[in-house]
């Protein structure tokens, strides 16, 4: 059977959204995409809520996005999961056995983001854990959003949560995001968390508390995801307690959970890979597109920089860790810089660079992530995104040229929406979170797609354009309706 060679680029973040104001991606200067849009056919796919296994309204992420683009199947996420698990009380039941194997305990420390975002954690889970531990002396160090919420939301959030909550438990620990939840090996920012959840930064001179010491950040402009790290005990860590990670999204706690799970008892609430307790864990799904491209003895590779480098991985692959057969992942280091609205071009260059020499070289599949407005659009900095954004269109245009000239097809789709939705003037916010728009796929051929569909379409419609045969565990749909 004779196969043709293909390169996807999953731009991170782009949504499509009709209203232009607020509108990084409307407001760029964005000739060739203009081009893509007039002269080829696209669909409108779901990329949010039960069309990718999240509860109904569930904005979509970069985790859930590749996942779905990469099985073409609807896997139910982990957050639809723990939510049903609470509604039966299967919860409390793993959490209690879990917690009992570790006997004598001696204190237990709750560390996760405390946040209504559901991308990686959720107040909720907080609630029915503290419940089901309400006989232990349980510690909480929590971790603020504002990136998946609106920025400066904990105050309205922990307000009601820690009348609640107290005297019976207390806050020992306040993070930003930033600091707790780096995932690109920027240590100096994790330790900077540790040293708070480990009570190295408390001031016996200062008697502000928790809500205090939000509103005083506030006044001194910095929103949940940079509020400084700081403990609210001087009780250290000890050997015989036990840490209890509450994000249910594993790649933006790895960091933190390394530096303790050496020293004492970890329980994770899902699978970190990093041989602690798990208190839901996830099979691998057994057919995804790096075992149907291995399975056909073709080639493949994965190119994106650090900060997208597990999504065309792992999540792509349906939660496998290693590589398939003939399966190359390319890493690109994302730039040290402190956000992204700094260099709003990230490394585009060196990631279009390897996609340009894989194409060179004949891979026959070919899965590279544009990053920049996905990550560019979580600074909030309307200019800096529309900065990302007419990179993006310079690289795509590179990227197909080079396309056309070795008879590659070439699809564009993204994971989620983001950039095109910027400002909320009801709020006064800058927006900082996805959103739940739908997003792009284009199929640079002459061809008619479907107009509508949801990311578990891209898979099939992928492997019909190769001429690779769709295994029957695939649910999504062909897009390509007939080929002129």
């Given at each position: 059977?004779?196969?043709?060679?293909?390169?996807?680029?999953?731009?991170?973040?782009?949504?499509?959204?009709?209203?232009?104001?607020?509108?990084?991606i409307?407001?760029?200067?964005?000739?060739?995409?203009?081009?893509?849009?007039?002269?080829?056919?696209?669909?409108?796919?779901?990329a949010?809520?039960?069309?990718?296994?999240?509860?109904?309204?569930?904005?979509?992420?970069?985790?859930?996005?590749?996942?779905?683009?990469?099985?073409?199947?609807?896997?139910?996420?982990?957050?639809?999961?723990?939510?049903?698990?609470i509604a039966?009380?299967?919860?409390?039941?793993?959490?209690?056995?879990?917690?009992?194997?570790?006997?004598?305990?001696?204190?237990?420390?709750?560390?996760?983001?405390?946040?209504?975002?559901?991308?990686?954690?959720?107040?909720?889970?907080?609630?029915?854990?503290?419940?089901?531990?309400?006989?232990?002396?349980?510690?909480?160090?929590?971790?603020?959003?504002?990136?998946?919420?609106?920025?400066?939301?904990?105050?309205?959030?922990?307000?009601?949560?820690?009348?609640?909550?107290?005297?019976?438990?207390?806050?020992?620990?306040?993070?930003?995001?930033?600091?707790?939840?780096?995932?690109?090996?920027?240590?100096?920012?994790?330790?900077?968390?540790?040293?708070?959840?480990?009570?190295?930064?408390?001031?016996?001179?200062?008697?502000?508390?928790?809500?205090?010491?939000?509103?005083?950040?506030?006044?001194?402009?910095?929103?949940?995801?940079?509020?400084?790290?700081k403990?609210?005990?001087?009780?250290?860590?000890?050997?015989?307690?036990?840490?209890?990670?509450?994000?249910?999204?594993?790649?933006?706690?790895?960091?933190?959970?390394?530096?303790?799970?050496?020293?004492?008892?970890?329980?994770?609430?899902?699978?970190?890979?990093?041989?602690?307790?798990?208190?839901?864990?996830?099979?691998?799904?057994?057919?995804?597109?790096?075992?149907?491209?291995?399975?056909?003895?073709?080639?493949?590779?994965r190119?994106?920089?650090?900060?997208?480098?597990?999504?065309?991985?792992?999540?792509?692959?349906g939660?496998?860790?290693?590589?398939?057969?003939?399966?190359?992942r390319?890493?690109?280091?994302?730039?040290?810089?402190?956000?992204?609205?700094?260099?709003?071009?990230?490394?585009?260059?060196?990631?279009?660079?390897?996609?340009?020499?894989?194409?060179?070289?004949?891979?026959?599949?070919?899965?590279?992530?544009?990053?920049?407005?996905?990550?560019?659009g979580?600074?909030?900095?309307?200019?800096?995104?529309?900065?990302?954004?007419?990179?993006?269109?310079?690289?795509l245009?590179?990227?197909?040229?080079?396309?056309?000239?070795?008879?590659?097809?070439?699809?564009?789709?993204?994971?989620?929406?983001?950039?095109?939705?910027?400002?909320?003037?009801?709020?006064?916010?800058?927006?900082?979170?996805?959103?739940?728009?739908?997003?792009?796929?284009?199929?640079?051929?002459?061809?008619?797609?479907?107009?509508?569909?949801?990311?578990?379409?891209?898979?099939?419609?992928?492997?019909?354009?190769?001429?690779?045969?769709?295994?029957?565990?695939?649910?999504?749909?062909?897009?390509?309706?007939?080929?002129?």
């Amino acid at each position: 059977m004779n196969h043709n060679r293909l390169a996807i680029i999953i731009l991170d973040g782009w949504g499509v959204r009709r209203e232009t104001r607020y509108n990084a991606i409307a407001s760029a200067q964005t000739p060739f995409w203009d081009y893509l849009k007039g002269q080829y056919p696209k669909s409108l796919l779901s990329a949010c809520g039960e069309t990718v296994g999240l509860p109904r309204g569930q904005m979509g992420n970069s985790e859930v996005g590749h996942m779905h683009i990469g099985t073409g199947q609807i896997i139910p996420q982990s957050l639809l999961q723990i939510n049903q698990a609470i509604a039966d009380g299967e919860f409390s039941k793993r959490m209690s056995s879990t917690v009992k194997k570790h006997a004598p305990i001696g204190v237990i420390h709750c560390v996760g983001l405390i946040s209504s975002g559901g991308v990686h954690a959720h107040i909720d889970h907080w609630f029915e854990t503290l419940r089901t531990l309400s006989d232990y002396d349980v510690r909480l160090h929590l971790i603020l959003d504002g990136r998946d919420t609106i920025p400066n939301v904990a105050l309205r959030e922990l307000q009601p949560f820690i009348n609640q909550l107290l005297p019976h438990h207390q806050v020992a620990s306040i993070s930003g995001r930033f600091y707790a939840m780096d995932r690109d090996q920027r240590w100096d920012r994790t330790d900077h968390a540790v040293k708070a959840i480990s009570g190295h930064l408390y001031d016996p001179l200062n008697h502000e508390d928790v809500l205090q010491y939000v509103e005083s950040s506030y006044q001194n402009d910095l929103s949940d995801e940079f509020i400084l790290p700081k403990s609210f005990s001087n009780i250290p860590v000890q050997d015989n307690d036990l840490m209890l990670m509450m994000n249910f999204r594993p790649d933006r706690m790895v960091q933190l959970t390394q530096r303790f799970k050496d020293q004492l008892p970890v329980v994770t609430l899902t699978d970190y890979h990093l041989k602690t307790d798990i208190l839901f864990p996830k099979q691998p799904v057994n057919v995804c597109l790096g075992s149907i491209i291995a399975n056909a003895g073709l080639s493949q590779s994965r190119i994106a920089e650090t900060e997208k480098y597990p999504h065309v991985t792992y999540f792509l692959n349906g939660g496998h860790d290693r590589p398939f057969l003939n399966e190359q992942r390319i890493l690109v280091p994302s730039p040290k810089v402190t956000t992204y609205d700094q260099a709003p071009k990230m490394s585009i260059d060196e990631v279009t660079q390897k996609i340009l020499q894989q194409v060179k070289l004949g891979t026959d599949c070919i899965i590279a992530n544009f990053a920049n407005a996905d990550m560019v659009g979580h600074t909030g900095h309307f200019n800096a995104t529309i900065e990302a954004v007419e990179s993006i269109d310079h690289h795509l245009a590179m990227v197909y040229e080079y396309c056309k000239t070795h008879h590659y097809e070439l699809m564009i789709c993204a994971d989620h929406g983001n950039a095109e939705w910027m400002y909320r003037p009801e709020d006064q916010i800058n927006m900082t979170s996805h959103t739940p728009s739908m997003i792009p796929f284009v199929y640079c051929k002459d061809v008619k797609l479907r107009p509508k569909g949801t990311l578990i379409d891209i898979l099939p419609t992928m492997l019909t354009a190769m001429n690779v045969r769709i295994p029957t565990q695939i649910m999504g749909k062909n897009l390509i309706l007939t080929t002129n």
